[in-house]
């Protein structure tokens, strides 16, 4: 993830950033990082990463980004994680930190 500061709002598809992602009642958030799938005017689609990874088989729909990928640094993760495809939401920019 690359390092963002308040003065600098520049996204781009396929950026990770942190995002006050909604959950699914869309009454409360929680900050994570997120995938930018498409900029919209202000809005933005994102996937949403999560870390905690179940044992055994995963959804068809999850992407495993490795840590031993020799270009996982550059996603500013701090472990392998998980893109879900199920997990999108339209946020309006001012949610991306």
């Known amino acids: 993830m690359k390092k963002k500061t308040s003065t600098r709002r520049?996204?781009?598809?396929?950026d990770i950033?942190?995002?006050?992602?909604p959950f699914s009642d869309l009454v409360?958030?929680?900050v994570q990082p997120a995938l930018l799938l498409a900029i919209h005017g202000e809005d933005v689609i994102v996937a949403g990463i999560f870390s905690r990874i179940?044992?055994?088989h995963l959804a068809k729909t999850w992407v495993r980004v490795e840590d031993a990928n020799p270009f996982f640094q550059r996603t500013g993760l701090k472990k392998t994680s998980l893109i879900k495809a199920e997990k999108l939401a339209v946020v309006h920019q001012?949610?991306?930190?």
């Open 10 to 14: 520049n996204p781009k598809r396929h």
């Open 17 to 21: 950033w942190l995002v006050r992602f």
């Open 28 to 30: 409360s958030s929680k």
């Open 54 to 56: 179940p044992s055994g």
């Open 94 to 97: 001012s949610v991306l930190v």
